[in-house]
T-cell receptor, first 114, second 113 residues
Framework: EPEVTQTPSHQVTQMGQEVILRCVPISNHLYFYWYRQILGQKVEFLVSFYNNEISEKSEIFDDQFSVERPDGSNFTLKIRSTKLEDSAMYFC????????????FGEGSRLTVL | GDSVTQMEGPVTLSEEAFLTINCTYTATGYPSLFWYVQYPGEGLQLLLKATKADDKGSNKGFEATYRKETTSFHLEKGSVQVSDSAVYFCALSGSFGNEKLTFGTGTRLTIIP
């Protein structure tokens, strides 16, 4: 069964460092998303991406964040200068399109900022 | 804005017990409603969904009915198993289908033999 894969599963970084989280969505999907979950809190929407551009972003997704689909298969989330409060589980998701509403999620990348 | 309020956990039940996890929502328009499940070490998986009022979503013995009058989408299962131990997330999206999901906080369920 096709699945969304994310790497790394866990990354530890120092405050101020750049981090890139990688995702390989399901190959025929058209819509891509990043969500995050700070420990013990809600799963929060960060950004959606369609047709090679951001379609919607939340207030969390400030200038420190960027997304890219560099080669037609990978979908990356970059945090330019990490802060302690960026420590969270980051989930990538993809959607085929149409009115199905069924997002397929990856297993998540846990980011720990020290 | 849209929001989802979910029963706080953790919830611990004995095998074969009846399960209810409450979920209520606030949204404009006519959202679609979902329950996602996250098993240990895995990503979120869609468990069931309902796209309009009075629809009942069901899967793997779980059920939830879209109640517009009470803005609720409670998850139920008549007889839980140890393998149901997971974190359950209630979520909503706009009716168009490719809009972002708004999640509840998640409820951790542990079933003991």
């Amino acid at each position: 069964e096709p699945e969304v894969t994310q790497t790394p599963s866990h990354q530890v970084t120092q405050m101020g460092q750049e981090v890139i989280l990688r995702c390989v969505p399901i190959s025929n999907h058209l819509y891509f998303y990043w969500y995050r979950q700070i420990l013990g809190q809600k799963v929060e929407f960060l950004v959606s991406f369609y047709n090679n551009e951001i379609s919607e972003k939340s207030e969390i997704f400030d200038d420190q964040f960027s997304v890219e689909r560099p080669d037609g298969s990978n979908f990356t989330l970059k945090i330019r200068s990490t802060k302690l409060e960026d420590s969270a589980m980051y989930f990538c998701a993809s959607l085929a399109g149409g009115n199905t509403g069924e997002l397929f999620f990856g297993e998540g990348s846990r980011l720990t900022v020290l | 804005g849209d929001s989802v309020t979910q029963m706080e956990g953790p919830v611990t039940l004995s095998e074969e017990a009846f399960l209810t996890i409450n979920c209520t929502y606030t949204a404009t328009g006519y959202p679609s409603l979902f329950w996602y499940v996250q098993y240990p070490g895995e990503g979120l998986q869609l468990l069931l969904k309902a796209t309009k009022a009075d629809d009942k979503g069901s899967n793997k013995g779980f059920e939830a009915t879209y109640r517009k009058e009470t803005t609720s989408f409670h998850l139920e299962k008549g007889s839980v198993q140890v393998s149901d131990s997971a974190v359950y997330f209630c979520a909503l999206s706009g009716s168009f289908g490719n809009e972002k999901l708004t999640f509840g906080t998640g409820t951790r369920l542990t079933i003991i033999p």
